[in-house]
């Protein structure tokens, strides 16, 4: 059995919780919007907050790191560098891709979101736009949770056990595990934020369906990524996306709400 990877859990775990603290602004506005008949102070919001996505991520990395491992997958440029081995070949041409493909993609969603659910994509861009500018940016930089929670955690566990009993020719899990794997985190994908829109607003079919659609599509280009590349490039493609949505939403954010 492969040695477990200590450093990569130091590594990553300082790298997920500053990414958490990125957030936590835009996190523990929407909770005092939800949740402000409670009057609870902004300060026991944002601890409460930070306690329970820092408990979820740092789990999530431990045995995920341990699955991950086991599967040959996971944070595979971190691994090659900690150990002195050669990074993967055209390991910064697949960064540069993996970036610029994540852009595009937010584009390209964000463009068919706002074509399909006009008046919805209109309501949540107006919503997006009273909150400081400085919060929304933080927040799309920090896509490492996220990516450790769903892919090298739910994805990786969900094709370790599949792999348990559907195996390819090799031994190794088959394409339909990891096919399901990425299916399911990519639904995670989209449940995580319908679950920060719902802080914010009453679900409506039409709600649902402009938040959760959109991300599942982008989750399970972020899981193929990962698949195929490590989470560093699932990370850096999730990056290009959210910067890309963040940016286009709030570029086109109606008038009077931006300002």
């Known amino acids: 059995m492969p040695a477990y990877p200590w450093q990569e859990l130091i590594i990553l775990s300082i790298?997920?919780?500053?990414?958490?603290?990125?957030?936590?602004?835009?996190?523990?506005?929407a909770g005092q919007a939800r949740f402000g008949e409670l009057r609870l102070s902004p300060a026991v919001i944002a601890?409460?907050?930070?306690?329970q996505s820092a408990v979820i991520y740092l789990l999530?990395?431990?045995?995920?790191l341990f699955l991950a491992v086991q599967l040959g997958v996971g944070a595979v440029w971190l691994r090659a560098w900690l150990g002195g081995s050669p990074l993967p070949a055209g390991w910064l041409t697949t960064a540069g891709l993996a970036l610029a493909g994540g852009v595009l993609l937010g584009?390209?969603?964000?463009?068919?979101?706002?074509?399909?659910?006009?008046?919805?994509?209109?309501?949540?861009?107006?919503?997006?736009a009273r909150s400081p500018a400085w919060k929304g940016l933080l927040s799309a930089l920090s896509t490492l949770p996220e990516e450790v929670s769903l892919r090298l955690f739910l994805c990786t566990l969900t094709v370790w056990l599949l792999g348990w009993v559907w195996q390819d020719a090799t031994g190794a899990p088959a394409l339909g595990a990891w096919l399901i794997?990425?299916?399911?985190?990519?639904?995670?994908?989209?449940?995580?934020?319908?679950l920060a829109?719902?802080?914010?607003?009453?679900?409506?079919?039409?709600?649902?369906?402009?938040?959760?659609?959109?991300?599942?599509?982008?989750?399970?280009?972020?899981?193929?990524?990962?698949?195929?590349?490590?989470l560093e490039a699932?990370?850096?493609?999730?990056?290009g996306f959210e910067t890309a949505w963040f940016a286009l939403n709030r570029l086109t954010a109606p008038r009077a709400?931006?300002?």
């Open 15 to 29: 790298a997920g919780l500053l990414g958490i603290l990125a957030e936590l602004p835009r996190l523990q506005e």
């Open 47 to 51: 601890l409460t907050l930070f306690a």
């Open 60 to 64: 999530s990395l431990a045995l995920g």
């Open 107 to 128: 584009l390209l969603l964000a463009g068919l979101a706002r074509a399909a659910f006009p008046k919805v994509d209109a309501r949540l861009r107006t919503i997006e």
């Open 181 to 194: 794997g990425i299916s399911l985190a990519a639904f995670g994908s989209g449940l995580n934020q319908l």
């Open 197 to 230: 829109a719902g802080l914010r607003l009453s679900m409506s079919a039409a709600i649902i369906g402009r938040v959760l659609l959109p991300q599942m599509a982008a989750g399970w280009v972020f899981g193929w990524v990962y698949w195929q590349a490590g």
């Open 234 to 239: 699932a990370a850096l493609a999730h990056l």
């Open 257 to 259: 709400a931006a300002g």
